[in-house]
């Protein structure tokens, strides 16, 4: 069956780190550009990072820049977000996401990031 599945979320304060992680199974996760997504209690779901099938360009959104990297291991099929600098705004249930074939589509089932003292 087609699956990511998230971990790594956790309490941390701010100025602190977390590293997540996303399994992928089920398709060929080289051929795969691959995302992270956030959400927090009543706001819009924001993408935060992308990655290309190679891990050779990757693009962030705007506040997470210079905080946050994301990278892949193709022989593992799983994806990493290492958070560095967290803000307490950096709060959210954070979703790993990928498209494979031509229409394909998947989500993870999210893994809970709070920044707090």
């Known amino acids: 069956q087609v699956q990511l599945v998230e971990s790594g979320g956790g309490l941390v304060q701010p100025g602190g780190s977390l590293r997540l992680s996303c399994a992928a199974s089920g398709f060929t996760f080289s051929n795969s550009p691959m995302r992270w997504y956030r959400q927090a209690p009543g706001k819009e779901r924001e993408l935060v990072a992308s990655i290309t099938s190679t891990g050779g360009s990757t693009n962030y959104a705007d506040s997470v820049k210079g905080r946050f990297t994301i990278s892949r291991d193709n022989a593992k099929s799983t994806v990493y977000l290492q958070m560095n600098s967290l803000k307490p705004e950096d709060t959210a249930l954070y979703y790993c996401?990928?498209?494979?074939?031509?229409?394909?589509?998947?989500w993870g089932q999210g893994t809970q990031v709070t920044v707090s003292s």
């Open positions: 996401n990928a498209n494979y074939g031509y229409f394909g589509r998947v």
